[in-house]
């Protein structure tokens, strides 16, 4: 039995023409706000908002479908840091629930939005060095996934 996709036969999603990209290096730059491609133009232009374009390079990086994955990252990561240090404290001091609340609740709020933007860009940068989305030039349409599988997309 054949498959076929949007009529494509080709299924492979990065063809060997396009150079490989250092996905390392990509989500490190991502991390750090930079540019994954040239590393000297800003990723962010607000906090989150990520730039239409790079002001250093050019590369469109709003192709990027980051989506949920920062904050299930984000919650991820500081959960399991915050989480087994209030266990502790509870745990050692048996201290009043209004002084969890006054340790943890700014903490966790403050380390989720320091922790947002390095995930985001990391993520951005992994999107970037593997052609994912729209950063694929060969992608049909602008940020159209590159294969249909019947998902109800023709609307959009
Ligand atoms: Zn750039």
């Known amino acids: 039995m054949t498959v076929t996709y949007a009529g494509l036969t080709d299924l492979t999603p990065v063809p060997a023409?396009?150079?490989?990209r250092d996905v390392a290096r990509a989500m490190l730059l991502g991390a750090k706000g930079l540019c994954p491609n040239c590393g000297e133009g800003r990723l962010f232009g607000k906090y989150l908002k990520v730039e239409p374009t790079c002001k250093a390079c050019g590369e469109e990086l709003h192709h990027h479908r980051?989506?949920?994955a920062p904050p299930y990252f984000t919650i991820f990561i500081v959960g399991h840091i915050i989480l087994p240090i209030a266990l502790a404290v509870e745990v050692a001091f048996v201290p009043d629930m209004w002084v969890h609340f006054v340790l943890w609740l700014p903490l966790i709020v403050i380390s989720?939005?320091?922790?947002?933007?390095?995930i985001k860009g990391a993520l951005i940068g992994l999107q970037w060095a593997n052609y994912m989305h729209g950063f694929d030039p060969n992608a049909i349409g602008d940020d159209q996934p590159m294969y249909d599988f019947g998902g109800g997309n023709e609307g959009r």
């Open 66 to 68: 980051a989506d949920d």
């Open 112 to 118: 989720s939005l320091l922790a947002l933007p390095p």
């Open 17 to 20: 023409s396009k150079p490989k």
